[in-house]
T-cell receptor, first 115, second 109 residues
Framework: DVKVTQSSRYLVKRTGEKVFLECVQD?????MFWYRQDPGLGLRLIYF???????EKGDIPEGYSVSREKKERFSLILESASTNQTSMYLC??????????????FGPGTRLTVL | AQRVTQPEKLLSVFKGAPVELKCNYS??????LFWYVQYSRQRLQLLLR??SRESIKGFTADLNKGETSFHLKKPFAQEEDSAMYYC???????????FGTGTKLQVIP
């Protein structure tokens, strides 16, 4: 059973703070993703990674960075948190198999509030 | 660029009534379409994909390339169907998908 875990369910930070959101998967998946989920806007891809130390920008990368030093771990970093980054953040992982789509498995989410 | 449109933010139906969650897409190639679902206090999970042509929990979805649609249907809604539903499109590459804005389905007892 695939398990994707996120370090916190709820997080409250202040404007300007550096924020780390951690995601760990235990199924040896090559691909990992960070999304933000906002009412009326759906899921929007922030960054994804298809291998260790590899990263690609998604649709809304501004204000975020990522790190993937180990295959099982994918970190999302808010260098200087702002109130418009208050959101639910979802991590996901999937195996890689050429051009065919593989189901993404999601974590429980981290609800981040920036005051 | 690909786009997925779910025109309804909220869909309320009575238990036992038919359900149709609308999804339209724009993509110049040959897409793969999916429906993901998120039940209350649960993780987002894959419900079904068009290439499987299967029925999951009574739901079906047919890809209509002429109308560029992938509507999710169920003949008789159940209370446990209440959830957030997202339509998603995969266009190839690094497993990146484009999600729609989601439709909240509320089944009234």
């Amino acid at each position: 059973d695939v398990k994707v875990t996120q370090s916190s369910r709820y997080l409250v930070k202040r404007t300007g703070e550096k924020v780390f959101l951690e995601c760990v998967q235990d199924m040896d998946h090559e691909n990992m993703f960070w999304y933000r989920q906002d009412p009326g806007l759906g899921l929007r891809l922030i960054y994804f990674s298809y291998d260790v130390k590899m990263k690609e920008k998604g649709d809304i990368p501004e204000g975020y960075s990522v790190s993937r030093e180990k295959k099982e771990r994918f970190s999302l970093i808010l260098e200087s948190a702002s109130t418009n980054q208050t959101s639910m953040y979802l991590c996901a992982s999937s195996p890689h198999s050429g051009r065919a789509y593989n189901e993404q498995f999601f974590g429980p989410g981290t609800r981040l509030t920036v005051l | 660029a690909q786009r997925v449109t779910q025109p309804e933010k909220l869909l309320s139906v009575f238990k036992g009534a038919p359900v149709e969650l609308k999804c339209n897409y724009s993509y110049s190639g040959s897409p793969e379409l999916f429906w993901y679902v998120q039940y209350s206090r649960q993780r987002l999970q894959l419900l079904l994909r068009h290439i499987s042509r299967e029925s999951i929990k009574g739901f079906t979805a047919d890809l209509n390339k002429g109308e560029t649609s992938f509507h999710l249907k169920k003949p008789f809604a159940q209370e446990e169907d209440s959830a957030m539903y997202y339509c998603a499109l995969f266009s190839g590459g690094y497993q990146k998908v484009t999600f729609g804005t989601g439709t909240k389905l509320q089944v009234i007892p």
